[in-house]
């Protein structure tokens, strides 16, 4: 069953990042750029809730971000330089070193399926968040609060027991649904890596490679959110609320918190997918 060291995997992630700050801060200045004007576009266009709408404006910035993820991999692989914005950022001089790229796939190959693969991810999730607002909100507007409170009280008064089990029984199911799927948000990482995503799908066909998966990711966001959340209540009443201070303030804390997360994140699942497949814990 294939598994890896999640701790060790999100410490190496934070220590990647804040050792090569320099050169990503550099080469994150344009997709930070688009990205603050897409979220900008997005306030006052008044689609924050309107998440299909929402989707269409931030594409330019998904695009962006996914060239962006694509070459940090391969720079925390193989040290290869990162494109953005239409040129070779010159990579700074290292003491490591590090192994080419010895895959059967070319580098055009990795690099352009997982750009794909990624931009393709975001759009399927922000569908299914849209459909799923949608019918929430359908749902709220269509079953007034007396129809719900007395369906509820109904449903109580016909069958307590079995209406939980029931209850439990969807909840367990979706959490089981959920954890087995995440692995699919992280299937741009083999294919930039050079490895074949039935190949990497069947070494962690197991449900622990998700629950190891979800680790990492939590112990590279959970950190990170606190101390922007802190940073944020220092600035709180700098603006009115609801000015263009304050939207623009919000624009640019949500833009760099969630390319730094997104970042180490990348980075310690890469380095874990790395212990994967060299077979370490595979068993296999």
């Given at each position: 069953?294939?598994s890896?060291?999640?701790?060790?995997?999100?410490?190496?992630?934070?220590?990647?990042?804040?050792?090569?700050?320099?050169?990503?801060?550099?080469?994150?200045?344009p997709?930070?750029?688009?990205?603050?004007?897409?979220?900008?576009?997005?306030?006052?266009?008044?689609?924050?809730?309107?998440?299909?709408?929402?989707?269409?404006?931030?594409?330019?910035a998904?695009?962006?971000?996914?060239?962006?993820?694509?070459?940090?991999?391969?720079?925390?692989?193989?040290?290869?330089?990162?494109?953005?914005?239409?040129?070779?950022?010159?990579?700074?001089?290292?003491?490591?070193?590090?192994?080419?790229?010895?895959?059967?796939?070319?580098?055009?190959?990795?690099?352009?399926?997982?750009?794909?693969?990624?931009?393709?991810?975001?759009?399927?999730?922000?569908?299914?968040?849209?459909?799923?607002?949608?019918?929430?909100?359908?749902?709220?507007?269509?079953?007034?609060?007396?129809?719900?409170?007395?369906?509820?009280?109904?449903?109580?008064?016909?069958?307590?027991?079995?209406?939980?089990?029931?209850?439990?029984?969807v909840?367990?199911?979706?959490?089981?649904?959920?954890?087995?799927?995440?692995?699919?948000?992280?299937?741009?990482?083999?294919?930039v890596?050079?490895?074949?995503?039935?190949?990497?799908?069947?070494?962690?066909?197991?449900?622990?490679?998700?629950?190891?998966?979800?680790?990492?990711?939590?112990?590279?966001?959970?950190?990170?959110?606190?101390?922007?959340?802190?940073?944020?209540?220092?600035f709180?009443?700098?603006?009115?609320?609801?000015?263009?201070?304050?939207?623009?303030?919000?624009?640019?804390?949500?833009?760099?918190?969630?390319?730094?997360?997104?970042?180490?994140q990348?980075?310690?699942?890469?380095?874990?997918?790395?212990?994967?497949?060299?077979?370490?814990?595979?068993?296999?």
């Amino acid at each position: 069953m294939a598994s890896f060291d999640f701790i060790d995997a999100s410490a190496r992630g934070y220590s990647f990042v804040w050792q090569e700050r320099g050169y990503l801060a550099r080469v994150a200045v344009p997709v930070l750029f688009v990205k603050i004007a897409c979220l900008l576009a997005v306030f006052v266009l008044g689609l924050q809730e309107q998440y299909a709408r929402q989707g269409l404006v931030l594409l330019p910035a998904y695009i962006v971000e996914a060239v962006f993820v694509v070459g940090l991999i391969r720079y925390a692989l193989y040290r290869e330089a990162i494109f953005i914005w239409g040129k070779m950022v010159l990579v700074p001089p290292s003491d490591k070193e590090y192994e080419p790229y010895q895959g059967r796939l070319s580098r055009k190959q990795c690099v352009q399926g997982g750009i794909v693969m990624y931009i393709l991810l975001m759009v399927v999730v922000l569908g299914i968040t849209a459909v799923v607002q949608d019918n929430a909100n359908l749902m709220a507007a269509n079953v007034p609060s007396e129809t719900m409170s007395s369906s509820v009280s109904a449903m109580q008064e016909e069958g307590r027991g079995l209406s939980s089990f029931i209850n439990a029984a969807v909840i367990f199911a979706m959490l089981a649904a959920f954890t087995w799927l995440f692995r699919l948000l992280w299937l741009y990482i083999p294919i930039v890596m050079g490895c074949s995503p039935r190949v990497f799908l069947h070494r962690i066909s197991g449900m622990q490679s998700s629950v190891f998966m979800i680790a990492t990711s939590l112990l590279c966001l959970l950190p990170l959110m606190v101390f922007f959340m802190m940073g944020a209540q220092m600035f709180a009443g700098a603006f009115a609320e609801g000015s263009a201070g304050d939207i623009l303030f919000q624009v640019i804390l949500q833009s760099v918190m969630a390319l730094i997360i997104t970042c180490v994140q990348v980075v310690a699942m890469t380095y874990g997918f790395v212990e994967i497949l060299s077979n370490k814990n595979s068993g296999e």
